[in-house]
Nanobody, 122 residues
Framework: QVKLVESGGGLVQTGESLRLSCTVS????????MAWFRQAPGKERDFVAL????????AYADSVKGRFTISSDNAKNTVYLQMRSLKPEDTAVYYC???????????????WGQGTQVTVSS
């Protein structure tokens, strides 16, 4: 069983930065992939970024490429999402996810955190 706990959300203004954290507990595998998704009101849960737990390979949604950076600190069992140049359209609940299949579809992830709200005011 894997437990994920997100933190770091909040209210910021357009152009500001925010860093989200996801603390991982439980058993992880060499093939574990960690990802961030986001869900705005009335919309589907969308892929943001992913990182392989061992190896550090990354991938990003086009909408955040160049602005967001995903990273991990295995010693702290934590995955981060550094968000820069935030826009009002980045407003959403951000979820951390873990799984062994990876990819950009939410259905491919087995474990989810409770989510953290990010609000970007114009």
């Amino acid at each position: 069983q894997v437990k994920l706990v997100e933190s770091g959300g909040g209210l910021v203004q357009t152009g500001e930065s925010l860093r989200l954290s996801c603390t991982v507990s439980g058993r992880t595998f060499s093939s574990t992939v960690m990802a961030w998704f986001r869900q705005a009101p009335g919309k589907e849960r969308d892929f943001v970024a992913l990182i392989t737990w061992y190896g550090g390979a990354t991938a990003y949604a086009d909408s955040v490429k160049g602005r967001f950076t995903i990273s991990s600190d295995n010693a702290k069992n934590t995955v981060y999402l550094q968000m820069r140049s935030l826009k009002p359209e980045d407003t959403a609940v951000y979820y951390c996810a873990a799984g062994v299949r990876g990819g950009s579809l939410a259905s491919r992830y087995d474990y989810w955190g409770q989510g953290t709200q990010v609000t970007v005011s114009s």
